[in-house]
């Protein structure tokens, strides 16, 4: 599966286009400027695009109008393919936000079941009640997403719902070419409705990749041979920043000794999760770190654990934004051009490392070395052997392990590592040590 030796990279494209938060109605070609960051996007080391909401919605883009149509606010389908054709050329593969356990108060369906109420033919498209009456004074009631009424949620058990659904998926292939879909809260999806895109996508085109939103649980529930490929690893997202911030690398080794570790029991072994440390939903990871000296370590345990790793659009730079009730916008911003720092450079090399390393995409997972603020990682697959080495101390530290060998070279600044006497680790370090053996 190509996903599984990707680097991805997250845009919001209503907020990374400067689109107005509500919809207008006016349409206006901003998806170009996608095409614009594609040079940095390829020396970012980056190749795919994951992007949240496209199509046309009410405001921000989970609350979809029609599943057809390219938000105005971001321009036309024509425009949308055109930055579809150049990704690809490019190298970049392309996967959409499937957003399909509710749609907006907008969509096409449900303003015919408000206008014709029970004569509709789409009112099985929804959970309804006509005893009752909604928050908007609908006439009758209806089920919203965790208790937002602006979001309806779908019948996923209504054939037509489903057909409709695929028959959208269908024509996203053949107009933009898409390489797979990021299922928005797939936690709640209907699990035979993802059974059935599953083998739906498959039909489709080979390696179609299925990524669900998922915050917590057993993620084996959705991510099997049946449903979905990977899923968002959110408990190593929280244990990757929090264990700098405690400085206690204890966290993240064990709750990653307990996903892919060696032991028979290990919950998730031989699967990809995706890992990130922010995205759209959450405080970005340069302004949720308590030291700016530990951003890179974060990149570094993010490259250097099992995983698929995703970048959020300008987060690669360091850029700030915290989370705030009620808006996500300072999360979401419009960027004039993209930026370029020593950050970026050290994710440029992480991700070069992390897509050519058949030990770091698809390797087991055990540490070597543990205290509270240094680690030592082991991935091994296919005969290669790479250790990641942390030091998250603002001083020196000399490891002394068992290596297994004398040499290695350094993934990440292509530097070679004697391993004689002890292997120091500067301060706030972090190194992909390839063995020689």
């Known amino acids: 599966m190509w996903a599984y030796e990707s680097v991805f990279y997250q845009i919001y494209p209503i907020g990374f286009c400067g689109a107005p938060r509500a919809n207008d109605g006016m349409t206006v070609s901003r998806i170009g400027k996608v095409a614009g960051w594609i040079p940095h996007i390829r020396k970012l080391g980056a190749n795919a695009i ?68 029970w004569d509709s033919a789409y009112k099985d498209w929804f959970h309804i009640s006509f005893d009752g009456n909604s928050n908007y004074n609908d006439g009758f009631w209806y089920e919203g997403w965790e208790g937002h009424y602006e979001l309806v949620k779908l019948n996923l058990r209504n054939p037509a719902v489903v057909d ?166 300072v999360l979401r911003p419009s960027f004039d051009a993209p930026e370029w720092n ?11 490392a992390h897509r050519e390393s058949k030990a770091l995409c698809y390797g087991d997972f055990k540490h070597l070395v543990l205290t509270n603020k240094q680690a030592i990682w082991e991935r091994r697959a296919e005969g290669e052997r790479v250790l990641i080495a942390i030091n998250a101390d603002g001083e020196p530290y000399t490891a002394h392990f068992d290596a297994g060998c004398g040499m290695a070279t350094d993934l990440i600044t292509g530097k070679p590592h004697d391993f004689g006497g002890g292997s120091e680790l500067p301060p706030y370090s972090i190194a992909f040590w390839k063995m020689e053996r």
């Open 50 to 117: 994951y992007f949240s909401p496209i199509f046309e919605s009410d405001s921000h883009g989970y609350d979809t109008r029609d599943f057809r149509k390219v938000d105005c606010r971001l321009g036309t389908n024509e425009d949308f393919a055109a930055v579809c054709k150049d990704l690809h050329e490019n190298g970049i593969r392309v996967v959409l936000d499937g957003v399909f356990n509710h749609v907006g108060r907008g969509f096409w369906a449900f303003r015919d079941v408000q206008e014709k109420k």
């Open 164 to 329: 409709h659904i695929f028959s959208c998926i269908r024509g996203w292939v053949e107009e933009f070419d898409i390489d797979g879909l990021r299922l928005d809260v797939a936690y709640l999806l209907d699990r035979e409705f993802m059974k059935a895109l599953r083998r739906f996508t498959e039909s489709l085109k080979p390696e179609f990749v299925l990524i669900g939103e998922v915050m917590g649980g057993d993620y084996n529930m959705v991510v099997n041979d049946e449903m979905l490929h990977s899923c968002t690893n959110y408990e190593c997202y929280k244990g990757l920043y929090s264990s700098l911030n405690s400085m206690n690398l204890f966290e993240i080794t064990h709750s990653l000794m307990r996903q892919f570790g060696p032991e028979n029991w290990t919950l998730y072994k031989g699967k990809h999760l995706v890992s990130f440390v922010d995205n759209h939903d959450v405080t970005r990871a340069a302004s949720i770190l308590t030291n700016p000296q530990h951003l890179p370590l974060l990149y570094g345990m993010m490259f250097g654990m099992p995983g698929i790793p995703c970048l959020y659009y300008g987060s690669e730079w360091g850029a700030e934004g915290v989370k705030t009730p009620g808006s996500d916008d």
């Open 342 to 352: 020593g950050l970026t450079d050290a994710i440029v090399s992480m991700a070069k």
